[in-house]
T-cell receptor
Framework: GAVVSQHPSRVICKSGTSVKIECRSL??????MFWYRQFPKQSLMLMAT?????????EQGVEKDKFLINHASLTLSTLTVTSAHPEDSSFYIC?????????????FGQGTRLTVV | AQRVTQPEKLLSVFKGAPVELKCNYS??????LFWYVQYSRQRLQLLLR??SRESIKGFTADLNKGETSFHLKKPFAQEEDSAMYYC????????????FGQGTTLQVKP
């Protein structure tokens, strides 16, 4: 199957700093990628839809100025957590749909564990 | 509102026993339903989708529109089935967004 890679897999940052997480589709082009957040022992919560060449679409309650998304190419989307605070500590997961018609299979990255101290 | 509900956080069975992981959904149109699985220390991966109507690793799931359910079943559980299982919904409109249930941890004991 297709591969989606996230980097870094784990990051620790100081409160007030910004952190960038990359999501790459390694063997296919993805015009749309998705960013999820997962709290411990809880479900994945969709944060935003990343659209190549245009603005991301954020879900209700997600601060777009806090979580900056850039999808500059067909294989790369980045999520920047700006002015991070301890409450932003979480597991962030991206996914990309494989090319094709209809609801094609979503492939997930391995996730990024963010810890803000 | 779109919602996926998995009522059980943990399901523990013995090897060889039947398994049923429950999933109910709320959606006002014609959704597509999926089951995703996450094995220990691995990424989330697709197990099966309702439109395929196939059996993967012995698991099946039937979409019941009347009961708005998409329960995952396997007649004889194996230890390697131990994992976290997520039911997910994708709505009409081909946006590609997935709404996930809370997840159920399946523990298959020897």
């Amino acid at each position: 199957g297709a591969v989606v890679s996230q980097h870094p897999s784990r990051v620790i940052c100081k409160s007030g700093t910004s952190v960038k997480i990359e999501c790459r589709s390694l063997d296919f082009q993805a015009t749309t990628m998705f960013w999820y957040r997962q709290f411990p022992k809880q479900s994945l919560m969709l944060m935003a839809t990343s659209n190549e060449g245009s603005k991301a679409t954020y879900e209700q309650g997600v601060e777009k100025d806090k979580f900056l998304i850039n999808h500059a190419s067909l294989t790369l989307s980045t999520l920047t957590v700006t002015s991070a605070h301890p409450e932003d500590s979480s597991f962030y997961i991206c996914s990309a749909r494989s090319p094709g018609q209809g609801n094609t299979e979503a492939f997930f990255g391995q996730g990024t564990r963010l810890t803000v101290v | 509102a779109q919602r996926v509900t998995q009522p059980e956080k943990l399901l523990s069975v013995f090897k060889g026993a039947p398994v049923e992981l429950k999933c109910n959904y709320s959606y006002s149109g014609s959704p597509e339903l999926f089951w995703y699985v996450q094995y220990s220390r691995q990424r989330l991966q697709l197990l099966l989708r309702h439109i395929s109507r196939e059996s993967i690793k012995g698991f099946t799931a039937d979409l019941n529109k009347g009961e708005t359910s998409f329960h995952l079943k396997k007649p004889f559980a194996q230890e390697e089935d131990s994992a976290m299982y997520y039911c997910a919904l994708s709505g009409s409109g081909n946006t590609g967004k997935l709404i996930f249930g809370q997840g159920t941890t399946l523990q298959v004991k020897p």
